[in-house]
C-alpha cells in the first residue's frame, strides 16, 4: 500500500514538474517572439540575412514542395471524385478541390514541410550554437541573439509560408485537375470553371493568415528551443525532436482555432 502511494505521488510530481516547465516555456517563447518583434524596427540592417533565411524556406524547399502539393491534389481529387461520382456530380470536384485547399490544406501541408526543413534545421543551429557557448560570445559583445538570430528567422518564416502555402495551391490544383480529366472524365475546362467559383475570398484570407500564423509559430518555438538547448550534442537533438513535436501541434491547434473563429458556429 505504501508503494503504491509513493507511485501516485511521484506521477503527480512528475506531471506538475512537466506542468510547470510547460508554462514556463510557453512564457519564454512568448517573450522571445515580442523581443524579435521589438527588434525588427532594425530589420533593414539584416536584410541580407533575412533574404537568406527566405532563400531557405522559399527556393530550397520548393523541389520538395513541388511533389507533395502535386500528390497531395491528386489524392484529394481521387479520394473526392470517387465519392461525388456516386451522386453523379464528379464534374464539382474543382470547386471542392479548390476550397480545401485554400482553406486548409495548403496552409496546413506549408506549415508541415517548412516545420520538417526549416524548424529542425533553426532548433539545431540555434542549439549548437547555444551549447557550443556562441550565444554566450555574443551576450558577452553585448550584441542580442534574438536580434541577431531570432528576427530574421520570424521575419523569413512569415513573409514564406503565405508564399509556400499559394505555390501549394496552385501546384495541388494543377494535379488535381489532370486526376479529374484522365480518372473521373472532367474536362479540363468544366474543372476550371468550377475552381474557380470555390476560390472565395474570405477562404483566400482566411487560408493566407493561417499561414501567417503557422510561420510565427514554427520560427519562434524552433528559436525558443535552440536557445533553450543544453547538455552538449544530446541536448541539441532533444531539442530539434521536441521543437518539431511542439510546432506540429501548434499548427494542428492553431489551425482549428482559426477555422472555429472564421467558419463556425455564429
Given at each position: 500500500m505504501g508503494k503504491r502511494i509513493q507511485s501516485i505521488e511521484k506521477w503527480?510530481?512528475?506531471?506538475?514538474?512537466?506542468?510547470?516547465?510547460?508554462?514556463?516555456?510557453?512564457?519564454?517563447?512568448?517573450?522571445?517572439?515580442?523581443?524579435?518583434?521589438?527588434?525588427?524596427?532594425?530589420?533593414?540592417?539584416?536584410?541580407?540575412?533575412?533574404?537568406?533565411?527566405?532563400?531557405?524556406?522559399?527556393?530550397?524547399?520548393?523541389?520538395?514542395?513541388?511533389?507533395?502539393?502535386?500528390?497531395?491534389?491528386?489524392?484529394?481529387?481521387?479520394?473526392?471524385?470517387?465519392?461525388?461520382?456516386?451522386?453523379?456530380?464528379?464534374?464539382?470536384?474543382?470547386?471542392?478541390?479548390?476550397?480545401?485547399?485554400t482553406r486548409e490544406m495548403g496552409p496546413f501541408m506549408a506549415g508541415i514541410i517548412l516545420?520538417?526543413?526549416?524548424?529542425?534545421?533553426?532548433?539545431?543551429?540555434?542549439?549548437?550554437?547555444?551549447?557550443?557557448?556562441?550565444?554566450?560570445?555574443?551576450?558577452?559583445?553585448?550584441?542580442?541573439?534574438?536580434?541577431?538570430?531570432?528576427?530574421?528567422r520570424v521575419i523569413a518564416m512569415m513573409l514564406m509560408t503565405p508564399i509556400v502555402s499559394v505555390y501549394i495551391i496552385t501546384i495541388g490544383s494543377i494535379g488535381a485537375a489532370v486526376v479529374a480529366n484522365t480518372q473521373l472524365d472532367v474536362p479540363y475546362n468544366i474543372y476550371y470553371f468550377n475552381a474557380m467559383q470555390g476560390l472565395h475570398l474570405k477562404a483566400i484570407y482566411v487560408g493566407s493568415f493561417k499561414a501567417f500564423i503557422f510561420g510565427l509559430l514554427i520560427s519562434s518555438i524552433s528559436c525558443a528551443y535552440g536557445l533553450k538547448a543544453s547538455n552538449g550534442a544530446l541536448g541539441v537533438g532533444k531539442g530539434t525532436r521536441d521543437s518539431v513535436v511542439a510546432s506540429f501541434v501548434m499548427v494542428l491547434v492553431s489551425g482549428y482555432i482559426i477555422t472555429s473563429i472564421f467558419y463556425g458556429r455564429k
Open positions: 503527480f510530481s512528475n506531471l506538475g514538474r512537466g506542468f510547470i516547465a510547460g508554462v514556463d516555456f510557453a512564457g519564454f517563447t512568448a517573450l522571445t517572439f515580442l523581443s524579435a518583434l521589438y527588434y525588427m524596427k532594425n530589420s533593414w540592417s539584416k536584410r541580407h540575412d533575412i533574404l537568406f533565411q527566405m532563400y531557405n524556406a522559399g527556393v530550397k524547399t520548393f523541389p520538395v514542395v513541388s511533389i507533395v502539393a502535386l500528390f497531395t491534389g491528386m489524392v484529394l481529387s481521387i479520394q473526392l471524385g470517387v465519392e461525388m461520382r456516386v451522386f453523379q456530380q464528379q464534374n464539382l470536384v474543382g470547386h471542392a478541390i479548390m476550397s480545401v485547399l516545420i520538417a526543413s526549416m524548424g529542425a534545421s533553426m532548433a539545431a543551429e540555434i542549439g549548437t550554437m547555444k551549447v557550443s557557448e556562441e550565444i554566450d560570445a555574443l551576450e558577452l559583445m553585448s550584441i542580442s541573439p534574438v536580434k541577431f538570430l531570432v528576427m530574421p
